[in-house]
C-alpha cells in the first residue's frame, strides 16, 4: 500500500477552498475566483508533491513526472480561468496555455531522458 496521498489532497483542496472562500468573504477576491485559485493551490500542492515522489519513490505509487504533468495542467488551468474571471483578453490567455505546453514537453523530454548505467566489474581473482 502506497502513501495516501488521495486524502491529504483532499484535505489540501478543503483547506485552501475554504481559504479562498474566507478571503472573498473579506473583499480582497471575487466570488467567481474561488474555484480558480483552489485549482491553482491544488496545481501547487501536486508540483510539490512530486517533489517528494522523485526523492523518495514508492512501489504502487504514480510517477513523479506525470505528478507534476497533471499539477503544471491544474495550475495553468486554475491561473487562466483566473485571469479569464478578471477580464483579461484572450491572447494573454492563450500565451499562458502555450507557456503549460511547453512545460509538458520538457516533462516529457525529462522522462525520456537516457539514464546513466554504471556496469559493476567484478575483480579477476587469478
Known amino acids: 500500500m502506497g502513501r495516501p496521498w488521495a486524502l491529504v489532497s483532499t484535505g489540501v483542496v478543503m483547506i485552501l477552498g475554504v481559504f ?11 466570488l467567481a475566483e ?4 483552489t485549482l491553482s493551490g491544488l496545481g501547487l500542492w501536486l508540483l510539490a508533491v512530486s517533489g517528494v515522489k522523485s526523492m523518495e519513490p ?3 505509487e504514480m510517477d513523479a ?3 507534476a504533468g497533471w499539477g503544471a ?16 483578453p ?11 505546453l511547453g512545460i509538458l514537453i520538457i516533462f516529457a523530454a525529462v522522462k525520456m531522458w537516457p539514464r546513466k548505467v ?9
Request: proline share 4%.
Open 58 to 60: 514508492a512501489v504502487g
Open 34 to 37: 474561488v474555484p480558480m485559485l
Open 90 to 100: 484572450l491572447n494573454i490567455l492563450i500565451i499562458g496555455f502555450a507557456i503549460f
Open 20 to 30: 479562498f472562500y474566507l478571503l472573498a468573504t473579506m473583499g480582497l477576491v471575487f
Open 65 to 67: 513526472s506525470t505528478t
Open 118 to 126: 554504471v556496469a559493476q566489474v567484478k575483480p579477476s581473482s587469478g
Open 73 to 88: 495542467l491544474i495550475l495553468t488551468v486554475g491561473a487562466l480561468g483566473t485571469l479569464s474571471v478578471r477580464g483579461y
